[in-house]
């Protein structure tokens, strides 16, 4: 064991005294990376934040250690990773390769535990998801990981929520569900995303996802896909969280479709759906 973390030592002091674009290289973005060089990566893309090649570089370098276990997440929280990949897609929002691995490497950790959600959003990840989304807009990739990372902070506490809807959120995810209509993935999550921002009791949120198009674009999804499991399952349950604000929500949702599309849904999964019922049908 002591070789083994002797080796990682020298490697990380050793490439500490390179340029550092060739500290990146060196290190790789294999699965093989080890967590005591998370600094070195970090510290390369802090020093040449201008230099795009060393972001790309770094960015799938994070990427690679965030879709491993928690350990992996976690460490790259605790190192500045978050802070990383956000500067990173701040300074080179134009870029599609930094922009892809920054989203994908966000997504992975917003996939972990509550306290991995606040971090993402501590680290300005909302804004510069939202951010993405309009400046790839034509860019599915990018669609899917974004309104899958803005589903899972979401996802989260309501102050997790809220930050997201007050990023935008809500406008972002329906242009990007009306873009990629067919797109089923781009469809199952943005449904999420939507139902996740009008979940809880506040009416704002509700309304905010409502003035953002939801309703609509939701019925849309469940109508091109309407063979799709999770695209029925989460459009019910964002039409019926939207529908549960205020009476203008309420009739938001009625009038795009939303009692047909429940109960259509209901029929295609081959099951009575509480939503209908929630709805006054």
Known sequence: MESII????????????????????????????????????IKAMEEQMSD?????????????VTAGDATRKQAVVENGGLAAIVA???????D????????????????????????????????VLVSAMVHHHGDVEVARSCCCAL?????????????????????????????????????????????????GDDDARKKAAVAAGGPATVVEAMGWHVCDVLVQLFGCAAL???????????QAVLGAGGLS?????GGALGEPTSFVVGMGA
């Open 6 to 41: 002797g080796a990682a030592v020298t490697r990380v002091v050793r490439a500490s005294e390179e340029p550092a674009g060739e500290r990146i290289r060196k290190f790789g973005f294999s699965g093989s990376l080890r967590i005591c060089e998370l600094p070195g990566i």
């Open 52 to 64: 795009a090649e060393t972001q790309r570089l770094g960015c799938a370098c994070l990427l690679n």
């Open 88 to 94: 990173s897609m701040r300074a080179h929002p134009t």
């Open 96 to 127: 599609e390769v930094v922009v892809r691995r920054g989203c994908g490497a966000l997504l992975n950790c917003a996939y972990g535990d509550a306290a991995c959600k606040k971090a993402v959003l501590a680290a300005g990840a909302a804004a």
């Open 151 to 199: 589903a899972q902070v979401a996802g989260g506490d309501a102050a997790c929520k809220q930050a997201v809807v007050g990023a935008g959120g809500a406008k972002a995810v329906v242009r990007a569900m009306g873009r990629h209509s067919g797109d089923v993935e781009v469809q199952r999550d943005g449904c999420c995303a939507l139902r996740d921002m009008a979940a």
């Open 240 to 250: 019926s969280n939207m529908a549960n604000g205020d009476s203008e929500c309420r």
């Open 261 to 265: 599309a429940l109960e259509a849904a």
